[in-house]
């Protein structure tokens, strides 16, 4: 079993930057393909970024290439997400999950979620 716990959220100006961050626990992290996505008011929950085992491959949603960045310590068992030159539809709940194979752009192949931490990005 995976705990995840998202941190690092919070209120933005256009253009500003914010670090996310995704601390887990139990489970063997470095077993487990990260991936971070998000979930506006009333849309479905969509894929932004993910990072493979070994962190030799990162993938991410046309939306925030080349602005947002996936990382991971596989020592501190953490996962980041580096957010910048945010926009106003950057806005959302942004959620960390870990999974044990499958696509890395789908909702159902992640096993285990964290809770979500907020982002609002202002005009």
């Known amino acids: 079993q995976v705990q995840l716990v998202e941190s690092g959220g919070g209120l933005v100006q256009a253009g500003g930057s914010l670090r996310l961050s995704c601390a887990a626990s139990g489970g063997t992290f470095s077993s487990y393909g990260m991936g971070w996505f998000r979930q506006a008011p009333e849309k479905e929950r969509e894929f932004v970024a993910a990072?493979?085992?070994?962190?030799?491959?990162?993938y991410y949603a046309d939306s925030v290439k080349g602005r947002f960045t996936i990382s991971r310590d596989n020592a501190k068992k953490t996962v980041y997400l580096q957010m910048n030159s945010l926009k106003p539809e950057d806005t959302a709940v942004y959620y960390c999950?870990?999974?044990?194979?499958?696509?890395?752009?789908?909702?159902?192949?992640?096993?285990?979620w964290g809770q979500g931490t907020r982002v609002a990005v202002s005009s």
């Open positions: 990072i493979s085992w070994t962190t030799s491959r990162t």
């Open positions: 999950a870990a999974r044990s194979g499958g696509a890395y752009w789908l909702v159902s192949d992640y096993d285990y």
